[in-house]
């Protein structure tokens, strides 16, 4: 069973920097892709960044791409996504996933079926 545990989240006023943390265990990360979606207000759950567990690559969302980075810690058994530049459209609320399991909150992204999921962390950007 894979768990992820988010934290990080809170309220940045536009153009500020945040850092997310998705926490798991080392067998996670090393097996299965870690990724950051995000649910925007009346929108559906988006992909914004994911890094492979073999070689590292990274894949991000157009919208984000040049603004956050995805990496990964594997002597903290830690997820990071640093988000600079934020815009309100920033807001919403981000999630960790990893592609393991599957069932009807499954999404498709980059290839990848993301089946499990962190609980979720609030991201605000507002003056």
């Known amino acids: 069973q894979v768990q992820l545990v988010e934290s990080g989240g809170g309220l940045v006023q536009p153009g500020g920097s945040l850092r997310l943390s998705c926490a798991a265990s080392r067998r996670t990360l090393d097996y299965y892709t870690i990724a950051w979606f995000r649910q925007l207000p009346g929108q559906e759950r988006e992909g914004v960044a994911s890094v492979h567990p073999y070689d590292g690559s990274t894949n991000y969302a157009q919208s984000v791409a040049g603004r956050f980075t995805i990496s990964k810690d594997t002597a903290k058994n830690t997820v990071y996504l640093q988000m600079t530049s934020l815009r309100p459209e920033d807001t919403g609320t981000y999630y960790c996933?990893?592609?393991?399991?599957?069932?009807?909150?499954?999404?498709?992204?980059?290839?990848?079926?993301?089946?499990?999921w962190g609980q979720g962390t609030q991201v605000t950007v507002s003056s």
């Open positions: 996933a990893a592609d393991y399991g599957a069932g009807s909150d499954s999404v498709l992204w980059g290839g990848h079926y993301f089946g499990s």
